[in-house]
Every structure is written in C-alpha cells, then in structure tokens.
C-alpha cells in the first residue's frame, strides 16, 4: 500500500515511539474506521488485519455507539478482543457474550437531564435518546432520530412519558441538534452544573451532545483493556479516533491519532495526525506506526 504522508501537530507531545512498541491497537468506528458509507472502506480494512496477521497486534474497538449497533465494525475488522461502547460504560465479550463493565447512570440523574433537555427554550430544538440494556427509548420519532436509526440499525421504542416510564438506569443519555451551536451552549451550561466527578459530558459529533456516567471515557475504557485484561502498558497502545470523545484514549495511547477531519482541539491532542476517513487515513497511520520498516 501506499505511504501517505499527513502532518505531525506543533504542539504534539514528545513521547518517543516506535512499531516495536505497538501490541494493541484501538479504533473508533464513526469518523475513523467507517465515513459517509456508514462501512469500512477496503484499504482500511485490510491495514488492520495485516497489523493482525503479520506483527501480531491486537485489534478494539472503542465507540460511542451501541453494543448492537456497533457489533458488525468489530466483526469486520476481524477483532476477538471485548468491545467498548457506550464512551467505555459497556464493556463485553461478544466470544461469551459476558459483560465486563457496565456504568450506567442513576435514574435521578437522567431525570435531570430531562429537565435540563425540555426547558422552553431547548426542547423544540433536540431529539432525545435514552439507552436502557442496548435499547434505544425515546419520547417521540424526529427526523434526526430517524436519520440515527437508520445509520445505527437500530429501531427506537417509543415511551411517551420518560419520567412516568423509564425502565431503568440509562447507560448513555443522548441530545440531538441540528443546530450545533446550540449543542455548545448546552455542553457549556451542563458543565457549569455538573461536575466531572459527576457527568462525562462530551460531543461525539458536532449535532451530539452525550451524557453517561462519570467514569465512562474511552481513555478509562482503553487503559482497563489494555492493563487488566491484556497486562500492557500505555506504551503499547495505539489509538485512533476523530472527535472529542476520543481526547482520553488518544491521550492515554503511548500514539495517539487524530483524524484529518478531527477538529483542530483534537488534532491538537495527538501525536500525529493522519489523512480524513475519506482518504483511508486509519490505513495510513497503520502504516506509518505498526506496518513501516524502522
């Protein structure tokens, strides 16, 4: 395949790394592994399980996404590792189906974020998600909740009255805008509110804001993989992602990656920084990292 040069960030960190040094390698699905086709583009594909056949690197996936949603990347990609979802607040085995880590948050909790969701001023203006056990709840069918539905597979249930109805503790509470300027404000004020001790707030995407539980990030996520199950360290990592979900693990990996359609406080995060999803930049980071002759 070939080399392609994309650039190294100013204000990169100096961590020194090396392909010798890569035994895990981690992927985000929107935005790195997967663009506009909502499928892993081939070039893509096989960087990853070239890593995996012929310098023995171990292959996640780390999402936002469902687990349901977010199972046929980590089959694609050929990985036998548990899956993290949820921004790292569901962890499971799909081999035994067991569940290593779930942190949902509490029902107090997620009332508020109602609250927060419906005042006047914000709750003609968003689409609300609410993920119980791997389903998706929602008050009512939006456009933007059918956009999502249809990208993810999955097909929301309707319960009118959340407060009344809510079936139990949400693993993640999701808050859709077109508008992403209002999903500024809201992130802004939620984070005046809450504390990080008490919410991980962040945006997966520009028209996503999303809530869970305050010790669910990829970063947690990638580290209790990497240490407790593997016996790594950060050294031995790589991760790739493009949003502001993924600032943790691209920060904790000892080579952390932005994509080149990251935002530039993600790039800014990173180690290096390769070519957009459209241009296979997760091949291209493969290739300079954990495939390149040194």
Same mark, same amino acid.
């Given at each position: %395949?070939?080399?392609?040069?994309?650039?190294?960030?100013?204000?990169?960190?100096?961590?020194?790394?090396?392909?010798?040094?890569?035994?895990?390698?981690? /992927?985000?699905?929107?935005?790195?592994?997967?663009?506009?086709?909502?499928?892993?583009?081939?070039?893509?594909?096989? #960087?990853?399980?070239?890593?995996?056949?012929?310098?023995?690197?171990?292959?996640? @996936?780390?999402?936002?996404?469902?687990?349901?949603?977010?199972?046929?990347?980590?089959?694609?990609?050929?990985?036998?590792?548990?899956?993290?979802?949820?921004?790292?607040?569901?962890?499971?085995?799909?081999?035994?189906?067991?569940?290593?880590?779930?942190?949902?948050?509490?029902?107090?909790?997620?009332?508020? +974020?109602?609250?927060?969701?419906?005042?006047?001023?914000?709750?003609?203006? +968003?689409?609300?998600?609410?993920?119980?056990?791997?389903?998706?709840?929602?008050?009512?069918?939006?456009?933007?909740?059918?956009?999502?539905?249809?990208?993810?597979?999955?097909?929301? %249930?309707?319960?009118?009255?959340?407060?009344?109805?809510?079936?139990?503790?949400?693993?993640?509470?999701?808050? +859709?805008?077109?508008?992403?300027?209002?999903?500024?404000?809201?992130?802004?004020?939620?984070?005046?509110?809450?504390?990080?001790?008490?919410?991980?707030?962040?945006?997966?995407?520009?028209?996503?804001?999303?809530?869970?539980?305050?010790?669910?990030?990829?970063?947690?996520?990638?580290?209790?993989?990497?240490?407790?199950?593997?016996?790594?360290?950060?050294?031995? /990592? %790589?991760?790739?992602?493009?949003?502001?979900?993924?600032?943790?693990?691209?920060?904790?990996?000892? @080579?952390?990656?932005?994509?080149?359609?990251?935002?530039?406080?993600?790039? #800014?995060?990173?180690?290096?920084? #390769?070519?957009?999803?459209?241009?296979?930049?997760?091949?291209?980071?493969?290739?300079?990292?954990?495939?390149?002759?040194?």
């Amino acid at each position: %395949m070939q080399n392609i040069t994309a650039s190294n960030p100013a204000n990169a960190t100096d961590r020194p790394f090396g392909t010798a040094d890569i035994q895990l390698l981690v /992927v985000d699905i929107d935005g790195t592994i997967a663009g506009l086709s909502n499928t892993i583009r081939e070039p893509v594909k096989q #960087a990853i399980i070239l890593a995996a056949e012929s310098r023995g690197v171990k292959v996640a @996936v780390a999402t936002g996404r469902m687990y349901r949603s977010a199972l046929r990347f980590h089959r694609d990609i050929g990985s036998t590792l548990p899956l993290i979802c949820y921004q790292g607040a569901w962890i499971q085995d799909h081999a035994t189906q067991k569940r290593l880590r779930h942190l949902p948050l509490s029902k107090q909790t997620a009332l508020q +974020l109602l609250d927060s969701f419906e005042e006047p001023h914000l709750r003609p203006l +968003l689409s609300i998600h609410f993920y119980i056990e791997d389903q998706l709840y929602v008050p009512e069918i939006t456009a933007a909740t059918r956009i999502y539905a249809e990208r993810s597979g999955i097909e929301p %249930m309707v319960i009118k009255d959340l407060r009344r109805d809510l079936p139990g503790e949400p693993t993640k509470v999701l808050a +859709l805008c077109e508008n992403p300027g209002v999903l500024d404000g809201l992130l802004s004020s939620m984070r005046q509110r809450y504390t990080p001790a008490e919410l991980y707030l962040t945006r997966s995407v520009a028209t996503f804001f999303e809530a869970t539980h305050p010790l669910a990030n990829k970063g947690d996520a990638v580290q209790y993989l990497a240490e407790e199950l593997l016996g790594l360290q950060a050294a031995n /990592v %790589m991760a790739i992602g493009d949003n502001f979900n993924d600032v943790e693990m691209i920060a904790y990996a000892g @080579v952390g990656v932005a994509m080149g359609n990251a935002p530039d406080a993600v790039k #800014a995060a990173a180690d290096w920084v #390769a070519p957009d999803v459209e241009e296979d930049g997760v091949a291209a980071a493969i290739e300079q990292f954990v495939l390149a002759d040194r």
